[in-house]
Structure formats: structure tokens, C-alpha cells
């Protein structure tokens, strides 16, 4: 059975990128697996993350926009998430990658 999810990623700090993606994923996929796959299907896509000991996966940039916590800017996904990104497993729907400052 699969899961498919709308990605949307715009970054409201500097308006430089806003797009969508339909991803779809065996059910039970992580939201990061689904990110892999979306940055597998389109090469203006891209992120980096770190494995943090408390939080587990960790998104520290998309498309060379990184978290700034001098500047309050950061990447927020709105679902809304309870859990990291490398636990929580999105239904069909929407899921929202927002940059801004907060």
C-alpha cells in the first residue's frame, strides 16, 4: 500500500523558490524518506540534515537555504510535526517545508 503526499517547499525569507511535489512512498515511510525520494525526482531539489542524539534526523538546509539561529530563520515543517522528520510518518495529504523567520 502506498502513501502520497503533496511537498510543498517555499522559502519565505528571501522568495528565491516555492514549488510542489507529489512523492508517494510504501506506507509507514518516514517523512525523511519521502524527502529522499523527492530530491531523487527533481534536481533543483536538494537538502542536508545531521543525525542529532536527541532529535535523530535533522534538516540543516534545502536548496543551500540554511538555519540561521543568529537571524531567527529556520526550515519548519507545517503538518504539524510532533516527532523529527526521521520518525514521523506523514498520511495522504499535504506537507509544507517553510523557510522563515520566527
Known sequence: ????????????????????????????????????????????????????????KFITSINGLVNVKSQERYWMFYEPLQVGVGTFQPKSGGIVALYEKV
Open 1 to 56: 500500500m502506498c502513501t502520497t503526499i503533496t511537498y510543498h517547499i517555499i522559502d519565505a525569507v528571501t522568495n528565491s523558490f516555492s514549488y510542489s511535489m507529489k512523492v508517494s512512498q510504501p506506507t509507514g515511510s518516514t517523512l525523511y524518506q519521502f524527502m529522499e525520494k523527492a530530491q531523487g525526482m527533481n534536481e533543483h531539489y536538494k537538502f542536508t540534515s545531521k543525525d542529532d542524539p536527541t532529535y535523530g
